[in-house]
């Protein structure tokens, strides 16, 4: 067969331009850039080093938790047990939606996990309905107040403490981050060991509306719309 120069240097060049394509491909599929063709298709081409750590960024921030970067909690985070059966639920109001945000804005200042947020509403249904009671004189259970209905004479806080919705979330929270693995624990035994009810299972009938309340902070589920008022 007879060489023929410019065929080979066709060949060449054809082998060039895929070259440059399969880098390109590369590059756009892992969200880096290549400078230009001309660049990409000279032999001494090596991708930049800040490129290797953009890519590293990119599969770390995909690993982080929904609410880390701004999305919603996933239901995982929230009810870390799986979806509960045998739930209740009760009337939500926009002054009811505000104390659940409260809550939740209280556990953030904290830097407490979703399902911290989730046990502390729940346990508000429970106690109060997400009602920040003041004293209800013979309807009183002792000198209780509040959204979790906590006792000054209990150590909880003065009256005036205790019926602000962010000091008495943070009461409850001081008390749950002691309870040693309350976040993957039945709902209701974190919630117990923290209010030590007369009714220690009522807790756990609230676990699915504490979680959609919570989604419904960021635009998602049933209580979207109220939480947006």
């Not at 066709?10 to 880096?32: D, W, Y």
């Not at 660049?39 to 938790?65: G, R």
């Not at 002792?142 to 009256?159: A, C, E, V």
């Amino acid at each position: 067969m007879t060489f023929n120069r410019e065929i080979f240097k066709q060949a060449i060049s054809e082998h060039k331009n895929r070259a440059v394509l399969a880098v390109s491909s590369l590059a756009l599929f892992g969200g880096l850039a290549v400078a230009s063709p001309a660049a990409a298709a000279s032999p001494e081409l090596q991708l930049p080093a800040t490129n290797a750590a953009a890519a590293q960024q990119i599969v770390a921030q995909a690993d982080k938790p929904a609410d880390a970067k701004g999305g919603a909690p996933s239901v995982e985070q929230l009810m870390t047990r799986g979806v509960p059966s045998d739930q209740s639920t009760y009337e939500m109001t926009p002054e009811r939606m505000a104390n659940a945000k409260a809550i939740i804005e209280a556990g953030k200042e904290m830097n407490l996990p979703p399902r911290a947020w989730v046990i502390a509403i729940a346990t508000s249904l429970q106690e109060s309905k997400l009602d920040n009671l003041g004293h209800l004189g013979d309807m009183n259970d002792h000198d209780s107040l509040g959204l979790f209905q906590q006792r000054p004479s209990s150590g909880w806080g003065t009256p005036e403490q205790i019926t602000d919705p962010n000091y008495s979330a943070k009461a409850f929270y001081k008390g749950l981050v002691n309870v040693d693995g309350y976040e993957k624990m039945p709902l209701t035994v974190a919630a117990q060991t923290v209010q030590v009810s007369a009714f220690p299972d009522h807790y756990a009938q609230w676990e699915k509306m504490a979680a959609e309340l919570v989604q419904g902070t960021y635009g998602h589920g049933p209580y979207a719309d109220i939480a947006k008022a």
